[in-house]
């Protein structure tokens, strides 16, 4: 089963990512939890050196893009041959709405989530951009994080069923999180 939670910087992707991957690890399954940016080489350049400095669409966006490439090929097509449940914290729908923003076709970006592995299911974690804003205020902010950039994601991920063909479930995760994460439970549950 291959898993991504999507939505806007402080919808609870992170959160329940990783409940999820904890429940599925305390059910004795073999279990990744995965996250963009990665871990891997190019992520980590990503996290070092692009998220809080100014840098251009077309620089951030190759290289989002080769982090998802690098960790399809290197981690999570290998791994979903041996039978490993992957949890991911992100994926190419974000890519898609982020990169729609800063100007690119959607048309090349289809192109290249085609050669990607497919999630069985997409939980969108819709919530408003000042809730989730204020939910990360402690935090420090990329160059993503602004309220305004916030908006304009929040608008692309609602048109994101025209672009990708992936299972896509919708959630309120303004929710209480015990209730967003039965949902989650119900919709994933499907796929054991």
Excluded: W
């Amino acid at each position: 089963m291959f898993v991504v939670f999507e939505g806007i910087d402080g919808s609870g992707k992170s959160t329940l990512s990783k409940m999820l991957a904890s429940y599925l690890k305390k059910s004795s399954e073999k279990v990744l939890l995965s996250k963009y940016p990665s871990k891997g080489p190019v992520g980590s350049l990503i996290k070092k050196k692009f998220l809080y400095q100014d840098s251009t669409s077309e620089v951030d966006s190759f290289l989002f893009l080769a982090d998802m490439f690098e960790q399809d090929n290197n981690v999570i097509k290998p791994l979903l041959k041996k039978k490993f449940h992957i949890v991911s914290d992100r994926y190419y729908p974000s890519f898609i709405c982020y990169q729609r923003i800063q100007g690119f076709d959607t048309k090349l970006l289809s192109d290249f989530y085609n050669r990607l592995s497919k999630p069985d299911i997409v939980f969108f974690l819709k919530c408003d951009a000042l809730t989730c804003y204020e939910r990360n205020r402690k935090k420090k902010r990329s160059k993503y994080e602004t309220l305004s950039f916030l908006r304009r994601v929040e608008k692309e991920y609602e048109k994101l069923g025209n672009y990708i063909k992936d299972k896509i479930i919708v959630l309120d995760s303004s929710k209480p999180l015990k209730e967003v994460f039965k949902k989650v439970l119900s919709e994933a549950g499907k796929l054991l």
